[in-house]
């Protein structure tokens, strides 16, 4: 029987030009496995800039829907609220939070767009510009023991933490804005402590007693497309004397 190679064969001595044969299949098999990794990594600028603008006017085309929601979920909520299913009336808020962070997000996005639209088409329609802007006393929803008169010139007794005005609705610019309140503490014993609140962010402001109608800087808020703003009373409240006749909202120079 001839014989065949077998394992059992001694080793074949290697010259020196299969040593170099090997070491070049070495490099290029190396090179041929290296070339797909580096074409994936490697993204057309082009498509980049799609998926910006895609992502963009997607955002500008939910904001609406969103804003309905919130607005829904908001009035949701007081009627719970009202209804004393305070569970229920918490799981509706938490719902509504999500709802507005997304929105605040999909807002910063939407007002790039159309910065950057403006920007690169000067023939289609200016950017939106944030301008300043006030929310009346008479469309504030009020729970508690609130009171505001027939005028709705301005809403007063803010003694309890169950105290809140709520403003929801209206279409804005999304940005950051400084909020000024417009209010009077008549009596030196008056005044107090009030909580602001829009989307998740809120701050504690200290209202003081004795004071003349004036206007002051209460804190800088970043807005969504609408609002769903919020003034409480909290505990520190001794006699509630606090006349609120206005909340002014300016744009802000720390964009």
Same mark, same amino acid.
């Given at each position: ?14 010259t020196p ?7 070049l ?5 190396s090179l ?10 490697a993204?057309p600028?082009?498509?980049?800039e ?8 997607? +955002?500008?085309?939910k ?6 929601? +919130?607005?829904?979920l ?7 609220t ?8 918490i ?7 999500k ?12 007002t ?7 920007a ?25 023991r ?12 803010w ?5 809140? +005005? ?6 804005i ?10 209010f ?16 998740n962010?809120?701050?504690h ?7 003349k109608?004036?206007?002051?800087k ?7 497309? &609408?609002l ?24 802000? &120079?720390?964009?």
């Open positions: 029987m001839p014989k065949t190679p077998c394992d059992d064969d001694p080793p074949q001595p290697r030009q299969h040593a170099l044969a090997a070491a299949c070495a490099i290029f098999v041929g496995a290296a070339a797909p990794a580096q074409q994936k990594l993204e600028a082009k498509l980049k799609m998926r910006e603008i895609y992502t963009k006017e997607l +955002a500008k085309l904001l609406p829907i969103l804003n309905q929601l +919130a607005t829904d908001a009035k949701l909520e007081r009627q719970l009202a209804e004393n299913k305070l569970e229920e009336a799981k509706a808020r938490s719902e509504r939070l709802v507005e962070t997304l929105r605040l997000s999909l807002g910063a996005k939407a790039a767009a159309i910065s950057e639209g403006s690169a088409a000067p023939n289609s329609e200016p950017a939106v510009e944030m301008k300043e802007f006030s929310i009346p006393m008479g469309n504030a929803t009020l729970q508690g609130l009171k505001r008169p027939a005028s709705d010139a301005y809403i007063t007794n003694v309890t933490t169950s105290c809140e +005005a709520n403003w929801s609705g209206g279409q610019v999304p940005g950051l804005y400084d909020v000024y309140l417009d009077d503490t008549f009596w030196q014993r008056s005044g107090g402590q009030l909580i602001f609140e829009e989307l962010q809120d701050f402001c200290a209202i003081p007693g004795g004071q109608r004036k206007t002051m209460v804190g800088t808020f970043r807005l969504g497309s &609408a769903g703003f919020t003034i409480k009373a909290n505990s520190k409240n001794r006699y509630g004397i606090i006349r609120l006749h206005g909340v002014t909202f300016k744009p802000s &120079a720390q964009q």
